[in-house]
């Protein structure tokens, strides 16, 4: 995997913790340690009996994970340092004779890389002093979770973000695939969209701007073929195209919204896989995902290109 499909990997990774929460989030963490950690043993909820408070160990370390992943990563504090107290207890209970015991206790938390509250830090500490044969009781954040993640192979990479895309490789679209996206799009829900502005800025100028880094080679070389969305609309009407516009448009108003709190230098790039994962449907294998996400790229570079998505750059400001 060359450094350009690294960084959008990233970005698919990061969007998706961003959108997943509860089991969504479980399921992922699951994922990635299963393939970093060759003695990770995922727990299966069993009934009644429920996990006993283990979302996955290490048995032979006596190494223990609890995931906590609630929609809003800013919930009190007090309900956090709660559940480290009352899950350890439980954990301690139900697994403290298994193998060597539990010596390691790392709490998962989906903090959406907003951090975690020192008082997450102080609740941990606390439980070394409460259960002297406990080394290790520390915070697991999605940082950690990235990290884990570069540790495996490209393909087990490719498998969890849904497909790379190496921005330096995008074939010739499919036409069919091309049409089934855009009919994906003009499809989905309504949502506010902003009037259209007919701009066609230089393109290293708006992309500069908006803050686009990773994904800058993908817009880039997805540009070179946004003749082929011109062509499609040969064959429709011009509503066509304005309805087109229009919903790509009330998705970057969305998307806009929900990373309103991301860091400065991530935000353009997770706008811009957001929309691009909105674009397309969600029940597609890894390959053909990877197809569909090419076409939207393209599509997505051709309304770039006109400032009917992202902005353009403000003229005579520094």
């Not at 502005?197 to 990773?214: H, R, T």
């Not at 991530?266 to 397309?280: A, K, S, T, Y």
């Amino acid at each position: 995997m060359n450094s350009q499909e690294k960084l959008l990997a990233r970005v698919f990774f990061k969007n998706k913790v961003l959108l997943a929460n509860g089991q969504a989030f479980e399921d992922l963490f699951t994922q990635i340690m299963t393939y970093s950690r060759p003695g990770f043993q995922p727990v299966n909820p069993q009934g009644k009996i429920g996990d006993r408070k283990n979302d996955g160990f290490e048995s032979a370390l006596g190494r223990y994970f609890q995931v906590f992943a609630p929609e809003d990563s800013t919930i009190k504090e007090s309900a956090t340092t709660k559940k480290i107290k009352t899950d350890f207890a439980g954990l301690h209970k139900h697994w403290q004779s298994q193998g060597v015991g539990i010596k390691e206790f790392y709490f998962v938390l989906n903090d959406k890389y907003n951090g975690a509250y020192p008082t997450t830090q102080t609740a941990l500490n606390d439980l070394k002093t409460a259960y002297p044969t406990l080394d290790v009781a520390d915070k697991f954040l999605c940082q950690h979770l990235e990290a884990e993640l570069f540790l495996i192979n490209d393909e087990q990479i490719s498998y969890v973000v849904g497909g790379v895309l190496d921005p330096n490789n995008i074939g010739t679209v499919d036409y069919e695939i091309l049409s089934e996206v855009l009919t994906h799009i003009r499809d989905l829900p309504p949502l506010p969209f902003i009037p259209g502005k007919l701009i066609a800025p230089i393109l290293d100028e708006k992309i500069v701007f908006n803050g686009l880094v990773a994904t800058r080679a993908l817009l880039e070389n997805s540009w070179h073929q946004c003749g082929v969305v011109d062509d499609y609309f040969k064959f429709e009407s011009n509503f066509a195209k304005m309805e087109l516009r229009d919903k790509l448009n009330a998705l970057y108003v969305d998307a806009k919204l929900n990373n309103q709190s991301a860091l400065d230098s991530d935000r353009g790039d997770l706008i811009f896989i957001e929309i691009l994962e909105n674009m397309i449907p969600n029940d597609l294998n890894n390959p053909t995902r990877k197809l569909y996400r090419e076409a939207a790229a393209i599509i997505m570079a051709a309304f770039f290109d006109s400032c009917d998505i992202f902005e353009e750059p403000i003229i005579g400001i520094s």
